[in-house]
T-cell receptor, first 112, second 114 residues
Framework: TQLLEQSPQFLSIQEGENLTVYCNSS?????LQWYRQEPGEGPVLLVT?????EVKKLKRLTFQFGDARKDSSLHITAAQPGDTGLYLC????????????FGAGTRLFVKA | EAQVTQNPRYLITVTGKKLTVTCSQN?????MSWYRQDPGLGLRQIYY???????DKGDVPEGYKVSRKEKRNFPLILESPSPNQTSLYFC?????????????FGPGTRLTVT
């Protein structure tokens, strides 16, 4: 069974601090997505990484896919209260199907 | 507006009473999927469909059924709900952009089985 271990599970920081969320697995994924979820809503896609070693930037968010396509990280620079939410990583099965594995999520709280 | 809709949004039912949660998407996506979200466990895939009449099990299919008779609809059926199926359910759809599988989620259905 494929697993995606996400860490930390909870993070409470001050506005302006930097943070990194990790997503690790022993399995290879064809792609990995990062989502953000607000209370009472469905997850919303932030980014997809496909190529090993790929780095994508979305304003103050930097996403990286590991060279072996088994892990990923999300780095937020100068966090703001608006970044508060649940961040989820999800890996797409490498066998050509549509099986998707989600990490348990990182709940981020940024204090003003 | 491109969207995934789910109904109902909230449902309280009793053990054993059959129920269906509907899901519809207006983006002409081929791929659709159902997930359940439980505290500390993230989202777990129940079933997915890669096209009309093509469905397959995810990680937690026991106690659930699905059908895909039309491209836009993917209902989730609980033939005999039990309390351990109390959860937050999400439907999602995706186009088939090669390996990306970017998914668009519905607003969720909160189900309580007593």
């Amino acid at each position: 069974t494929q697993l995606l271990e996400q860490s930390p599970q909870f993070l409470s920081i001050q506005e302006g601090e930097n943070l990194t969320v990790y997503c690790n697995s022993s399995s290879v994924f064809s792609s990995l997505q990062w989502y953000r979820q607000e209370p009472g809503e469905g997850p919303v896609l932030l980014v997809t990484v496909v190529t090993g070693g790929e780095v994508k930037k979305l304003k103050r968010l930097t996403f990286q896919f590991g060279d072996a396509r088994k892990d990923s990280s999300l780095h937020i620079t100068a966090a703001q209260p608006g970044d508060t939410g649940l961040y989820l990583c999800a890996g797409a099965d490498d066998t050509g199907g549509f099986k998707t594995i989600f990490g348990a999520g990182t709940r981020l709280f940024v204090k003003a | 507006e491109a969207q995934v809709t789910q109904n109902p949004r909230y449902l309280i039912t009793v053990t054993g009473k059959k129920l269906t949660v509907t899901c519809s998407q207006n983006m002409n996506h081929e791929y659709m999927s159902w997930y359940r979200q439980d505290p500390g466990l993230g989202l777990r895939q129940i079933y997915y469909s890669m096209n009309v009449e093509v469905t397959d099990k995810g990680d937690v299919p026991e106690g659930y059924k699905v059908s895909r008779k039309e491209k836009r609809n993917f209902p989730l059926i609980l033939e005999s709900p039990s309390p351990n199926q109390t959860s937050l359910y999400f439907c999602a759809s995706s186009s088939s952009p090669g390996q990306s599988y970017e998914q668009y989620f519905g607003p969720g259905t909160r189900l309580t089985v007593t």
